[in-house]
């Protein structure tokens, strides 16, 4: 590719990324100019920046012998694509407001070049609502972004915030550089369902299957990264909202099938939470009290199947794909599954090993009726980068 990209190098522990992205970029055939922050040179040097993407490292805004060679405006716009990576909360405040007290505010001031930025921070700084309300100011001056991903932070926290990993970056970098391509599901609308379904058996008693709602949430983000308009219904969960995607909260499973439809019509469904089978007849109104005599009886009926009705309602979604977490014959299990419900895809993960609920990996199998394509044991964030790309293809 003849391609060029400048790279702002922001003051974060997630700076040492920044010399694979230079790495992975040049491998691509990508030229890489750097800019590094003053903070940015706490973590990496320029030395390594200069060696990987084998061109000068830009730092100061009024360097005498940088002005002469190539003056910043002429630096701003010399590339196809400006990336800031990792980009900070100080970083993006700058930004934000039109600031250019430094070369990379002023550069990020003065290009008329598309931007991708690569957030990165501790989770409390990105939830804070002056990153919430600078975020969206920058989408809506037309920044792009890929990530934070969530995960443990150097901090010793856990939660959103982590700079998206090299490979998923350069990704959004290709997709950027390829104008209309980042954004295949513009005009889209997709339908997601996340998390567990919890079914009353009193006021303070629930039947409820494990999800912890991390894969399909992340399935959300990864759709509307790529341009879609996005419903999330979600059962119960801790997670925070993915940006750009409207919510709707539920809690058993027949809300669930309700909210689902009146998010129709849609041309993709993901069917992601675990909905439980059965639920109580009926729920009583007051706690059910021991009494010394054994457990209450409790009479199971069964809930709606919200796969099925999808798949053959008579708003159908061109695309349905469906999740099925086995513990045994994972294909064979995944295989009938497609069969029985009438979807196009289902997303089969084994559990039986532990470790898949509530955790940050999965190793999935794509099962189609005419295919099976299996998939190295990945980071959900990238589970859902994947599919969503797959998605994208076969929407055309």
Known sequence: MDKRILLIVGGGIAAYKALELVRLARKAGLAVRPILTKAGS????????????????????????????MGHIELSRSADLVVVAP???????????????????????????????????????????????????????????????????????????RMAEPPAI??????????????????????????????????????VNRSSGKQGYAIARALAD???????????????TPAGVTRVNVETARQMLAACEAALPADVA???????????????????????EGPPALRLVENPDILATLSRGPLRPKLVVGFAAETNELEAHARAKLARKGCDWIVANDVSQGGVMGGDVNTVSVVTAQSVERWERLDKAEVARRLAARIAQDLG
């Open 226 to 240: 790529l341009g879609a308009e996005v419903t999330l219904v979600s059962g119960p969960t801790a997670l925070e």
């Open 170 to 207: 350069l990704t959004a970098i290709l997709a950027a550089l390829n104008g209309s391509a980042a954004r295949p599901l513009a005009g889209r609308r997709a339908l997601v369902t996340a998390g567990p379904t919890a079914e009353p058996i009193d006021p303070v008693r629930l039947i």
């Open 87 to 161: 980009a900070t909360a100080d970083l993006m405040a700058r930004a934000a407001a039109g600031q250019a007290n430094d070369l990379a505010s002023t550069t990020l001031l003065a290009t008329d070049k598309p931007v991708l930025m690569a957030p990165a921070m501790n989770v409390r700084m990105w939830q804070h609502p002056a990153t919430v309300r600078n975020f969206e100011r920058l989408k809506a001056d037309g920044v792009l972004f890929v990530g934070p991903d969530e995960g443990a932070m150097a901090c010793g926290e856990f939660g959103p915030g």
């Open 42 to 69: 706490e973590f990496v040097t320029p030395l390594s920046l200069s060696a990987l993407a084998e061109d000068k490292v830009y730092a100061e805004l009024f360097s005498l012998t940088d002005e002469a060679e």
């Open 270 to 292: 993901v069917m992601v939470a675990a909905v439980a089978d059965w639920r109580p007849d009926e729920a009583a109104g007051q706690k059910i009290k021991k009494t010394g």
